[in-house]
């Protein structure tokens, strides 16, 4: 088929032609003198877009699951008590995670389509005098469901409780695209790959860690080694890392932090604002619901739920055969459910619209009652009106 695939999948995101140009370098020496030029300033980058001053950031060959495990196993000891809320396929993955890695995980199941009720974080906190919990596993924005929580009140319940847990954000599909502000929020671990917001290949586990995350490193005796804090923290001191680092990644990394911080981060956040909002209004537009409940719609992925007698899989075939369109497929409880539409990375008006016409055109072969034109015809309108 002529044309490229359209990617309108949460990630892996379109790599802009910059990026796959800055990765396309020959190998080099990584322990060479000049190695440290080009990685330590990525390091100090990084931060910016993290939000943090006082924070350290790491890269590791791997991706968002070694996140998770980074920020577990160097920060915690086996058999401590996280708490969770399970409302989407990559929460549930992470609580899977924790109980395999031998954790203590209060699981607090929440609807699928809702984020986490803060309300009943202060008041399980405020019950846990004894401050078993050691940390509170948020998932910011859970790409399964297309919904976004509320980290600045996950922050507040445990400052509401005096709670001295850590708090570890799964910012995968947020970072680097939504809002997120370490420092003010007091984030002692935040996890991304390089997939989704940084418009990289996957192949990068990309963090932050506060010093009190990096304090603890020092008292926690959970077994680690590949992924340990305290091997990079000692090469990365002088730019170097403690294995054969991915080159060709660090000059992407480097060339994505140009990107974003050349927007201005808060650009950022408003381009995927306009992004999604127009993806929503041509879902209403369609008479198509949101598996995200009001309040948590994110601005990165729209869930699209199917009446009871369709099957989203059929919308997901139809758009990439006969449109070389690929979309997001409903994970686990989903699956058949929802269809999802990524508006991540490197998306703009005219983008988004034909992600959007391409799912207009399956929807209609595959029998749903809508008009044509109807939701590429109220984004039109929105990126109309909005556009800077
Ligand atoms: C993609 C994603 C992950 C998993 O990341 P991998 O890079 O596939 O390991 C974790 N959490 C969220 C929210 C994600 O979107």
Avoid at 115 to 134: C, M, Q, T, W, Y
Avoid at 210 to 216: F, G, H, N, R
Avoid at 309 to 324: F, P, Q, R
């Amino acid at each position: 088929m002529a044309g490229r695939n359209h990617l309108s999948i949460p990630g892996p995101t379109n790599v802009p032609h910059e990026i796959l140009s800055a990765m396309h370098v020959p190998m080099e020496d990584h322990r060479s003198p000049d190695f440290p030029k080009l990685f330590k300033p990525v390091l100090e980058e990084l931060k910016k877009v993290f939000r943090t001053e006082t924070g350290q950031a790491f890269v590791f060959p791997a991706t968002g699951t070694a996140g998770w495990e980074i920020a577990l196993t160097n920060t915690l000891n086996s058999g401590d008590k996280v708490i969770i809320y399970r409302f989407g396929q990559f929460g549930h993955l992470w609580m899977s995670m924790a109980k395999r890695l031998g954790f203590d995980v209060e699981v607090h199941e929440v609807e699928w389509g809702k984020g986490i009720p803060v309300d009943h974080l202060e008041a399980r906190l405020k019950e846990d005098s004894n401050h078993e919990i050691k940390a509170v596993l948020a998932t910011h924005n859970e790409t399964a469901t297309g919904v976004t929580s509320d980290i600045a009140g996950v922050r507040a319940a445990m400052d509401a409780s005096s709670h001295p847990a850590l708090l570890f954000v799964d910012g995968v599909s947020s970072i680097a695209s939504l809002e997120f502000k370490m420092d003010d929020w007091g984030v002692d671990a935040s996890i991304s790959g390089s997939q989704k917001g940084f418009m990289l290949p996957a192949g990068a586990a990309i963090l932050a860690f506060s010093q009190k995350a990096l304090a603890m490193t020092k008292t926690s005796t959970y077994p680690r080694c590949f992924l340990d804090l305290g091997d990079q923290m000692a090469q990365n001191a002088n730019g170097y890392t403690p294995y054969t680092p991915s080159t060709p990644m660090i000059h992407g990394l480097k060339k994505s932090l140009e990107l974003l911080l050349g927007e201005g981060m808060e650009n950022v956040y408003a381009r995927h604002h306009r992004l999604g909002e127009g993806c929503r209004l041509a879902i209403a537009a369609w008479g198509l619901k949101l598996c995200a409940h009001e309040g948590f719609e994110s601005d990165t992925v729209s869930a699209v739920v199917v009446p009871e007698d369709k099957d989203a899989s059929e919308v997901i075939a139809t758009a990439y055969n006969k449109y070389n369109i690929s979309l997001g497929a409903g994970l686990t409880e989903l699956a058949g459910k929802v269809f999802r539409i990524g508006h991540i990375g490197d998306m703009n008006d005219v983008s988004m619209l034909g992600a959007i016409a391409g799912v207009e055109m399956a929807l209609l072969d595959c029998g749903y009652d809508i008009q044509a034109g109807s939701g590429v015809g109220a984004a039109i309108e929105y990126y109309r009106s909005t556009a800077g």
